[in-house]
């Protein structure tokens, strides 16, 4: 084990991407706000929002000084944003009980909105050096193989591969935190779900999943659709309430969309969404507290 610590971590020490939160004397909250944004989302669409979000936000309290509505516009298309709200939660939270210093123990950061085991872990020892043992789907995956010889990891993480997690984890604190990270890159980089680069793993002659013969996995993995889904409708709609100051008559969302002539109206109408999916839509995304519905239209939340 000692020496799959050693290559991997060395591995990371010369292929690393260079990434801004990642960067010697980021704070807490830079750390904490790549989390949030790298949930399901990859690296390239969220490093220039990250990077515009710490150009105005550098602080939770200058996030927290801000309406909701603020956060979800500057979120704009990177998905998910519950997120977002989430996110202002958590620094209006942090700024009225932590005195506008993101906690640094796991236990502190999970009373946070938003934050569950693996942000909370990945926050504090990305950020604080602390010593945690974080698992996310590229670290499943290089497990999976690399220990199991599995081609995936099971669809749904498992109490064995935390625990698993824990038992291959260096001893001394600086290593294992370097090896939380190093890992997780292996998997985003070499150790792939579609296409591993195997020849380049600096760890291939320890691989249980090339010695076993790269057995296939053992399920197919669904991907998330995405076309034609309320999720994408959902998302139609957002754009077009981050475009407009003014609220919008709901009846607009629910009318001829082919006679609208912004251009965020004519994108939602060329979803062709059945009405029921538009108003489904927008009843799941007042039940989420991402819009309002009032006497003036729909809006984002104040």
């Known amino acids: 084990m000692q020496e799959i610590h050693r290559q991997i971590n060395d591995w990371y020490s010369a292929n690393a991407r260079d990434l801004p939160w990642r960067r010697p004397g980021v704070t807490g909250w830079a750390v904490m706000v790549s989390e949030f944004m790298l949930q399901q989302t990859p690296v390239v669409r969220v490093q220039p929002v990250w990077e515009e979000w710490m150009r105005r936000w550098p602080r939770p309290q200058d996030l927290a000084a801000e309406p909701l509505s603020e956060a979800l516009k500057a979120w704009g298309r990177l998905g998910y944003p519950r997120r977002a709200m989430r996110l202002h939660a958590a620094a209006i939270e942090i700024t009225t009980e932590y005195n506008g210093i993101v906690p640094e123990t796991e236990e502190r950061l999970r009373t946070l909105p938003g934050v569950g085991e693996y942000t909370a872990a990945a926050i504090a020892c990305f950020a604080y050096g602390q010593r945690t043992v974080v698992v996310d789907t590229n670290i499943r995956r290089v497990h999976a193989r690399l220990f199991g010889a599995m081609a995936l990891p099971e669809p749904n993480p498992r109490a064995s591969e935390f625990a698993r997690a824990r038992q291959v984890q260096p001893e001394d604190t600086e290593t ?33 999943w090339i010695k076993a013969g790269q057995p296939a996995p053992h399920y197919v993995p669904k991907g998330q659709a995405w076309k034609g889904t309320d999720r994408q409708v959902r998302g139609a709609i957002m754009a077009v309430l981050r475009e407009h100051e003014e609220p919008v008559r709901r009846e607009t969302f629910l009318a001829d969309l ?7 109206f004519v994108a939602l109408g060329k979803l062709e969404a059945p009405l029921e999916q538009r108003e489904r839509a927008l009843a799941g995304l007042l039940r989420d507290g991402l819009t309002i519905d009032d006497a003036a239209g729909v809006r984002l939340p104040s």
């Not at 082919?258 to 965020?264: D, G, M, P, S, W």
């Open 258 to 264: 082919a006679r609208q002539e912004h251009a965020k």
């Open 176 to 208: 294992a935190n370097r090896w939380n990270i190093s890992v997780m890159e292996l998997g985003a980089l070499i150790c792939t779900a579609r296409s591993p680069q195997c020849e380049a793993c600096p760890v291939f002659e320890h691989c249980a």
